[in-house]
């Protein structure tokens, strides 16, 4: 066995209705009077956001809310967001909804605690100071980034900068069942197979790839598969909601340990030239990258294949996961997505500039590989 470092979040609260009562969580554990909740503006709307700031109301705390948060957030939002909670005078910091909402949410505890700016904490870490106290609260079940160290911000017109850094990992991550119930199907499949791309990259993960990792991962595609069609067909029953939910976060607690590789490489430039939402991106691309990853990982498909209940052999993952694809309903060739053939090129050239991903390849990718995947989802 190798060396291996893990981290993660510092403690986790799994309750249904959690949020109900998230004012006197916060006091007991932080003893904060000044909250600052990250948001966006769909789930102010919905009234999940309303059914937070009621408990915090509750608990007599003089809380603020940020409800800017957009799809794949800039670099103006991050600092929006931040002058908001200083001059808040923020004690600590809430994100609530999506991967979108909790990144940067997670930079704005950072930013609002120390005298950094945001473009010297770019890259793997770089944050030298501290942050102030960070609470997570997932609205889907799908980024895993209520236990990751890791933001992703848009920087440009079509490009992306990340922020890896163990400070940004949560003091808590509290999973609500309740809040995610009724989340569209189309939504519920996207996500969940997300997840199912973070626990199965970080067990074929080439470098950081580990015991603990795996564990996750495994456990993490088993609550996830078992469930996701359940979620679809019946967004009300709680018990597959949790199992998602519970099974989301520990993909992201694999990935955030032994991270990604080509499907998210692939799956970046679909968001950034097209704006197609993170999970269906890597589900567009996911079957091809397997496919063409399978000489190099074959023993590890064939192993998640068999803690699945198939047969032990990388065909049968594929046709385990094609299976669920299918039964979802998710759309399936990046045509269907508006995407053009003479796209593809433009794709793959973006594609070979995700290097922090594909170093963690079971495979090299090369610029020809990555036009034939393309290929292949089209």
């Known amino acids: 066995m190798i060396a291996f470092n893990f981290n993660s979040v510092a403690s986790v609260l799994v309750e249904d209705g959690a949020t109900e009562h998230l004012g006197s969580t916060l006091r007991a554990r932080f003893g904060c009077e000044r909250p600052f909740v990250i948001s966006d503006a769909g789930l102010v709307k919905l009234g999940l956001v309303g059914k937070a700031l009621k408990a915090l109301d509750e608990a007599e705390l003089a809380h603020a809310l940020f409800d800017g948060v957009e799809a794949d957030p800039s670099e103006a939002v991050v600092l929006a967001a931040t002058e ?15 991967g979108s909402s909790m990144d940067v949410a997670k930079l704005v505890a950072v930013l609002a605690k120390d005298a950094q700016k945001l473009g010297d904490i770019y890259g793997v870490d770089q944050i030298r100071g501290g942050r102030l106290p960070l609470v997570q609260v997932p609205t889907t079940a799908g980024t895993g980034s209520e236990v990751t160290p890791i933001s992703i911000i848009t920087t440009g017109e079509t490009t992306k900068m990340g922020v890896v850094d163990a400070t940004l990992l949560a003091d808590l991550a509290v999973l609500d069942a309740t809040l995610t119930t009724g989340l569209p199907a189309h939504i519920t499949a996207a996500t969940g197979i997300d997840a199912m791309v973070h626990a199965i990259e970080a067990y074929t993960s080439k470098i950081k790839k580990n015991p603990i990792s795996d564990g996750l991962a495994k456990q993490a595609l088993l609550m996830l598969g078992s469930n996701i069609v359940l979620a679809c067909r019946d967004g009300e029953n709680l018990d597959a909601r949790r199992a998602m939910l519970v099974g989301a976060m520990l993909a992201g607690q694999a990935f955030a340990n032994a991270p990604v590789a080509a499907v998210h490489a692939l799956a970046y430039p679909l968001g950034g030239h097209f704006h197609i939402p993170h999970g269906l991106s890597n589900s567009l691309v996911l079957p091809h990258v397997l496919k063409f990853n399978e000489d190099a990982a074959a023993h590890e498909y064939a192993a998640l294949a ?27 060739r990046l045509r269907d997505v508006g ?22 390849n079971p495979r090299e990718v090369t610029l020809d590989d990555a036009r034939a995947i393309y290929e292949a989802a089209w």
């Open 84 to 98: 908001a909670a200083i001059a808040h005078k923020a004690d600590l910091v809430v994100g609530f909804g999506g």
């Open 306 to 332: 068999a803690h699945m209940g198939q047969e032990a052999s990388a065909g049968a993952f594929f046709r385990w996961i094609d299976q669920i694809t299918e039964e979802t309903g998710v759309v399936r």
């Open 339 to 360: 995407i053009s053939h003479n796209d593809l090129p433009m794709l793959a050239e973006d594609a070979m500039k995700q290097t922090r991903l594909l170093v963690n």
